[in-house]
């Protein structure tokens, strides 16, 4: 929590907390901004795994009518007085989309009537689900990109996520076999437990069987998290990460985010590293230029306020100029990647002229290096990223996702 404050500070020269409100809006702000991206949760699962954080119930057909039936009037009153929109991509998360598969059509069917979709359709899958009708399916609904939730091909470590083995290997080359552009496995590692030859075998077997990218996350105890262990010390978590970066580069393989790698030519593929984007169902967030918005995490509140023809925003954050450019900063670092370009368009600025000392600083310690007009981070600027970003998922995601749980609508969130 010191760290993140401290941070903070720092960025954004200011002792100015970042304060949710429970502000409601009919009109979202979208129709000048380029790079927009498009986010759908579905937000059920067959059973609930202790180690994910993420909005979910257990499955329930007619709950999922009903869900399906909100989902797509929140598209409809978000699209209301806009012209149609080209976006950058629509992604699928979860929960566990492919139980609404049916379904996925319909939706994707309805956001083309308001939005040029291009750079393609993704979806998060659970291993259990995969055969060939669903792959068809998803195929026919014009979905390229897959993300399977694998975790580990190792019993013991899936024992310890409260996970059931189940044979991936076929399955994921079954996916290859249907010509995905994208195939990206999940994977965690510092499992409890874990070591570095089980976590490098997991690597080299999705690569194996058909991945194209591998998103890797570390373990972590979120405090309303069912874990039955508790995670690695940093030191490990450390090691094992760069013993990743070490496989990468022997492999071939391009690190294109601080916990992804993928093969060369691997079309972009993540559900964060957008400029902008707009989320429908419970618990997606929304980011404009200066606003960033959570729905409630309520299905039942997410449901009636659809019914009353309104959004159904819990909280609203409302950006300074400076607060937006450090959230750019922390997401575009996260990708390795800062161009001064794209800052200049978003921000009116060169990226100097807002963190310039930060840079410096940076360059200097050999966080990031500069080549024409670009900031790439090296490996050892990942790694204190890494460490970053799992202190920011402590102090500020673990807290206002504890509310949201609990709270459908809260007066005010301050981190």
């Given at each position: ?7 903070k ?13 429970n ?19 579905i ?20 709950l999922?009518a009903?869900?399906?039936a ?24 979860g ?17 083309k ?7 393609g ?10 055969d ?5 399916k ?6 390229s990109m ?14 310890r996520l409260?996970?059931r083995?189940t ?17 990206d ?9 874990q070591n570095t ?10 690569f ?22 508790k ?25 294109t ?12 593929y993540?559900?964060?590293t957008r ?9 997606a ?9 959570i ?18 925003t ?12 450090c959230?750019?900063?922390?997401w575009?670092?996260?990708a ?9 368009h978003?921000f ?9 000392p ?6 200097r310690?050999?966080?990031l290096?500069r080549?024409?007009?670009t ?8 790694y204190?990223y ?12 673990d ?15 301050v981190?």
């Amino acid at each position: 929590m010191l760290l993140t404050s401290l941070m903070k500070v720092i960025l954004t020269r200011s002792l100015r907390p970042f304060v949710f409100k429970n502000v409601y809006s009919s009109w979202l702000n979208y129709d000048n901004l380029d790079s927009l991206g498009l986010y759908v949760h579905i937000p059920f699962c067959r059973r609930i795994c202790g180690f994910c954080p993420y909005c979910k119930v257990v499955y329930d057909r007619a709950l999922a009518a009903e869900y399906k039936a909100a989902l797509l009037s929140e598209i409809e009153l978000a699209a209301a007085g806009h012209e149609k929109k080209r976006v950058t991509s629509l992604y699928f998360g979860g929960g566990t989309p492919a139980l609404m598969l049916d379904d996925l059509k319909d939706i994707i069917d309805c956001l083309k009537n308001y939005y040029d979709i291009h750079g393609g359709i993704g979806v998060e899958l659970h291993p259990d689900d995969i055969d060939e009708n669903l792959l068809v399916k998803l195929k026919n609904a014009d979905i390229s990109m897959v993300s399977i939730g694998v975790q580990s091909f190792h019993a013991d470590c899936l024992k310890r996520l409260g996970r059931r083995q189940t044979d991936v290997t076929d399955k994921l080359k079954l996916v290859k076999s249907l010509g995905f552009d994208v195939i990206d496995v999940d994977l965690i590692f510092a499992i409890p437990g874990q070591n570095t030859e089980t976590l490098l075998h997991d690597m080299e077997t999705a690569f194996q069987c058909g991945a194209t990218q591998i998103s890797t996350y570390p373990f972590i105890d979120f405090t309303f998290a069912d874990n039955l262990y508790k995670p690695m010390p940093e030191k490990v978590k450390k090691q094992m990460l760069a013993e990743i970066a070490r496989f990468a580069k022997r492999s071939g393989i391009r690190r294109t985010s601080v916990w992804t790698f993928a093969k060369e030519g691997t079309k972009k593929y993540s559900s964060v590293t957008r400029n902008q984007f707009l989320g429908f169902g419970v618990s997606a967030t929304t980011l404009l230029q200066n606003e960033f918005k959570i729905n409630t995490f309520s299905i039942p509140a997410y449901i009636e306020r659809i019914r009353k023809k309104q959004l159904p925003t819990s909280m609203t954050l409302g950006f300074t100029h400076r607060q937006r450019a450090c959230y750019y900063l922390f997401w575009c670092a996260y990708a390795m990647q800062l161009d001064d370009a794209e800052f200049m368009h978003m921000f009116g600025v060169p990226i100097a002229k807002i963190f310039g000392p930060e840079l410096w600083l940076c360059e200097r310690l050999g966080f990031l290096r500069r080549k024409n007009g670009t900031y790439r981070l090296t490996d050892k600027g990942a790694y204190y990223y890494h460490y970053l970003e799992q202190a920011y998922t402590t102090a500020y995601i673990d807290k206002m996702w504890n509310v949201l749980r609990t709270q459908p609508f809260p007066k005010r969130i301050v981190l």
